[in-house]
């Protein structure tokens, strides 16, 4: 076990762990951040897509030693409020159905959104490539990026 | 009129409790199981006796008692129900019924209240009852004014409510229900991440558990070397499960952390026994074939389909939390019956049903999978061993691996046709697995039941072969339906395609006029521009389906080149469409998981075990591959009909078609090897 410092959401936090755990199970279990979800554990899933120095990731696939001096931001510290455009979106046109994938879906859709903020239906199906839902939100996934992305346009 | 029997009266704490019986459950006394709750603070809460496994029950129950409260869906809190058969009634979510059995009774529960709120102003004011409303969380009078919810509470709570006429709220002032506008209530806590599910619940002092799994079906633990496994940090506890008693049976190893029980459980070092690690998912299927008779009942057009092992795969894999404490025990779950997985367990546990507690958490997917227990016995077993709160955690692999699969199934169409090109006389025989996870579920009059729902006017056998199943099989979204309409269908649309007829008009001549599938078949038909003629390089697909109260037509629109599915039409009769944009969710991810197996998703079993591991190698759609999907609501005066699992037979049947352009569809996925 070792000590190590990571930023998270903002906040600096400090956790014991070993080197090899997965982020995942370090936001998870050491942390509390259940709003990142395990749905695969080995990068094929997309549920626990979070953003390491502003980027989408997969912490089920990166260690807590491989974390240490990185940016992290889980689905918790995505807003203040729960009121990203993403966000907003994603209510507005109703996409969940169980749920469990939105975290990452919401994740994945941001992250995308700040580096084009106005993707085509090709970018959008790239990005979101492997965000598996097994609920079949998919076609309300794809339009709600697009409100998201009209939602940003018009508040800039 | 409500009896004084099912209402629990709340004068005294300040508070009006209005509870009413789910009628469907009359047979098991009457509970009153719904329940509608104001305190003094005017604050609105509903029991859900249901879990919501994303299929939106939540958001129906909001919409309802708002709408008879006179309020907004956000002005309504709700309570998940624990498990409690004899407070709830049957709480299971199965056979798409949830709303078709809860409606009633909580838009009565809340009219009622809402009908001795209004009586209890009119009494205060002393006006007639009928110059009284509702409106916004008040009663209101012209001359009078409005007094809120909250001033009326303790007044309403002291009437006899069999002197209240209670009246439901007719469709035609519906505010909320029936109208499109309107998400789910939980969808900001889902965005934020604030949603509990199953695998979120950790109890103060809670330990993980990860199981190892027999590596071959039926496989039992032999040896069992932990040396290594216990000196590893964090590891707590191996022990060895017995099935069926403890779940599926294997290995779990008990640790603080979940990377300290996955690491535990790579350390272990086990000798397996018994089972079949030969078995082979070809050989299954081979096994079906060689089991029809010899000769089909007509001499005419044939085909034989063959249909794959599917998984359920749900996002949030299997997993349960127990506490066995010395004085009872309390279960966190994403069950699909709460109610039903709390009697078994203190039938099972020789414990009295008041010490077991069951509480439903969110549910990432089910698809008929959470309905059964092993999770939960598994996790009992650990945590009686630690003698703390213990999670057992399914990988994903482990999901994939040890589910109850839909069984395989191989069909055999005949049919005599007619001079018109027409099928005049049919056959069809199916040979399959039962479903082991009920073991009445072999009865092959049940599995013809199930399966068995041809609409067209063609008469004709169905008759079904049951083999021994060689592993565990379930409940999988719409059960035998899913293979027994894909045959039919794609029959019927290889007759049409042999005779030259068209499709629609085809099935139009072999529906009754005036019923419901006619109409939702025009619907779609007008709706995909039918008689158009497809645009070059794409092909469409056509299957109907009536089952669960409700009718469906979808047609598909493919390009057969590239195996694209570019559209997807879909016109439902639901009898009444509480909340339209959740019926439309229903209807789009049937339609995926039909895109999804029809495109290539299957299980297969090699050496003994399933190969299939994760969302790499068991294709499920994507984003990319998605068409577009239009779904179009049939207004109807038909009763409230049930939608879960409606989409999905048709949907595969028409996209399979759609796809295989000019040449026959004999399996699905379309054109794999199946098993
Ligand atoms: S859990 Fe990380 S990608 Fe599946
Ligand atoms: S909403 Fe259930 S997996 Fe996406």
Known sequence: MARYLLRVNGERREVDV???????????????????????????????????????????????????????????????DGDHPVQRAWRELDVAQCGYCQPGQVMAAAALLARDPDPDDAAIEEALRDNVCRCGSYPRIRDAVRRASRIMREER | MISRRTLLRGAGIGALVVAVPVPALAAEGLV???????????????????????????????????EELAVEAGDVALEQAHGDTERF??????????????????????????CLLVTAAARRWRVPVAECVAKDGAVCHPRRGKLPYRALVRAAAALDPATVPVELTPPEKWRLLGKTRGGRVDARDVVTGRTGYGIDARPPGGLVAVVARPPWIGAVPDTVDDTATRALPGVLDVLTLTAPAEGQGGVAVIARSTHQALRGRDALRITWRGGTPTADSRAWLADLRSALPAQSPIDGVQQIYSMPLLAHA???????????????????????????LRTQLARQLGVPATSVRVETTASGGAFGRR???????EAVACSRR??????????RADDMRNDSYRPMSVHRLSAEIGSDGVPIRRAHEVVTWP???????????LIKASGDHFPYTVPGDVSVIVRPAPLRTGFWRSVYAGQFVYAEENFLSEIG???????????????????????????????????????????????????YGSAIAVIAVAEPESRRVLRVHAAVDVGVALHPSGVRAQVEGCVIDALSTVLGAQITVREGGVAESSFGDYRWARIGQTPDIDVTIVPSNAPLGGLGELAYPPAAAAIASAIAGDTPVTSMPFGTAVG
């Open chain 1, 18 to 80: 070993d080197g090899d755990t997965p982020l995942l199970w370090v936001l998870r279990d050491e942390l509390g951040l259940t709003g990142v979800k395990y749905g695969c554990g080995v990068g094929l899933c997309g549920a626990c897509t979070s953003h390491v120095d502003g980027a989408a990731a997969r912490p089920c696939v990166r260690t807590a030693a491989d974390s240490a001096q990185t940016r992290i931001t889980t689905i918790e510290g995505l807003s203040r």
């Open chain 2, 386 to 395: 630690a003698g703390a709160p213990v999670q057992v955690l399914w990988t």
């Open chain 2, 497 to 547: 395609r042999r005779s030259g007829l068209d499709q629609v008009a085809l099935r139009r001549s072999l529906l009754p006029a005036g019923s419901r599938l006619h109409k939702v078949l025009d619907t779609v038909a007008e709706q995909a521009r039918w008689t158009r003629p497809p645009a070059p390089g794409t092909s469409r697909g056509v299957a109907c389906l009536e089952d």
């Open chain 2, 435 to 445: 479903l082991t996870v009920l073991p009445f579920f072999a009865n092959p009059a």
């Open chain 2, 371 to 377: 309905i059964e227990p092993d999770p939960v016995l």
């Open chain 2, 89 to 114: 009634g049957s709480q299971a979510v199965a056979n798409s019924t949830s709303v078709r059995q809860l409606a009633t009774p909580i838009r009565t529960a809340a009219a009622t209240a809402r």
């Open chain 2, 314 to 340: 749900p996002m949030e894999p299997m997993n349960a939390t127990a506490h066995v404490r010395p004085d009872g025990l309390t279960i966190w779950a994403p069950t699909q019956d709460p109610g039903g």
């Open chain 2, 32 to 66: 009153p199981n719904v329940f509608v709750r104001l305190d003094d603070a005017g604050r609105i809460t509903a029991t859900v006796p249901r879990p919501d496994t994303g299929q939106g029950v939540r958001t129906v129950v909001a919409l309802m008692v708002a």
